[in-house]
């Protein structure tokens, strides 16, 4: 057996502070990060560039096997598809709507995990998703679920769109992050569900900040258990 490479998994639905509190996990154990979200989205980047039917699954899930992804973090994180700066792309609104739609397909899924599990390296990897406690890494030592009231994330990415400039109404924000949720939720492959040995945290009412300071605690009272 190979040596035993540690895993934290953070779970949950789009808005609940995932992304910043896993690259700050990672930063702070010195490990790596994996955004699967990333993967996903630069997959329906690559669909729309190709000009790809939904209901080409077939064409789809070779698209998702031999699209040459890197992620770079320095100076800020970058998303390199075929050679290409997809990085504002993939943080589009409507990127994230047909990603939901993608990442439905069993097929598809199935031609990701590979990818995603090559992440795992020592000396250890935060993993960022929807099924990392779950599906594609249902061994990992520490596995959180982050979550918050719709209304909460709909507020942040509110917030986080106006700070680039982009002006979109609260209220159809709310409902598309609702509407994503649902066909996150509902759908029959792996849908977003907490692992039943996950450490459940609810956002809504924390900062950042004590989100950070709340998972890693566990994480360290785990460690010694
Ligand atoms: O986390 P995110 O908003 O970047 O994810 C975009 C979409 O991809 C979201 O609708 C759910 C999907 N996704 C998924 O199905 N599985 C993952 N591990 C990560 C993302």
Not at 44 to 62: H, K, N, Q, Y
Not at 69 to 91: A, H, K
Not at 202 to 225: G, H, K, Y
């Amino acid at each position: 057996m190979g040596e035993h490479i540690p895993v934290v998994t953070l779970d949950g639905p789009a808005g609940a502070g995932k992304g910043t509190v896993s690259r700050a996990l990672a930063q702070r154990l010195g490990w790596r990060y994996l955004d699967s979200g990333a993967i996903y989205r630069s997959l329906a980047v690559a669909v729309m560039d190709e000009g790809l039917a939904l209901e080409d699954r077939a064409g789809i899930s070779a698209i998702a096997r031999t699209m040459e992804l890197r992620f770079e973090s320095d100076p800020s994180p970058r998303v390199i598809l075929n050679g290409r700066d997809i990085s504002d792309r993939i943080s589009s609104e409507t990127c994230g709507n047909l990603t939901s739609k993608i990442a439905a397909l069993g097929p598809v899924r199935q031609a990701l995990l590979q990818k995603q599990r090559e992440f795992r390296q020592p000396p250890g990897l935060v993993a960022d998703g929807r099924d990392m406690g779950t599906v594609v890494f249902p061994d990992a030592d520490y596995k959180i679920f982050l979550t918050a009231s719709a209304e909460e994330r709909a507020f942040r990415r509110h917030k986080q769109l106006k700070e680039k400039g982009i002006d979109v109404s609260l209220t159809r924000l709310t409902n598309e992050i609702e509407e994503r949720d649902q066909r996150d939720r509902e759908r029959s492959e792996a849908p977003l569900k907490m692992a039943d040995d996950a450490f459940l945290v609810d956002s809504s009412a924390m900062s950042i900040e004590q989100v950070i300071t709340c998972c890693l605690r566990w994480i360290e009272t785990s460690r010694l258990r």
